[in-house]
């Protein structure tokens, strides 16, 4: 059972290029079911290039965190 953490991380990985099928496979039914994912892949992708660069090499330590952080938010904002 991947949590959002997980997910975030392996779209990071996948990206950049790097999934495995496997990973690829759990990552799609993680974000099948998770609205909060979906709406940070939403927010990912209309993000500049620039900036998503910064922010995926960012992620391996800030994700807990900064993301949980902005997931919040966005969750809040959203409802
Ligand atoms: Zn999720």
Redesign the pocket.
Known sequence: MYT?KD?INLLLDFLDGEMSPEDAQHLRE?LSG?A??IDFLRTYKATPGLCKRALAQQMPREVSTKLTEYLRARIKSAS
Do not use: G, R, V
């Open positions: 959002c997910a993680h998770c909060p994912c």
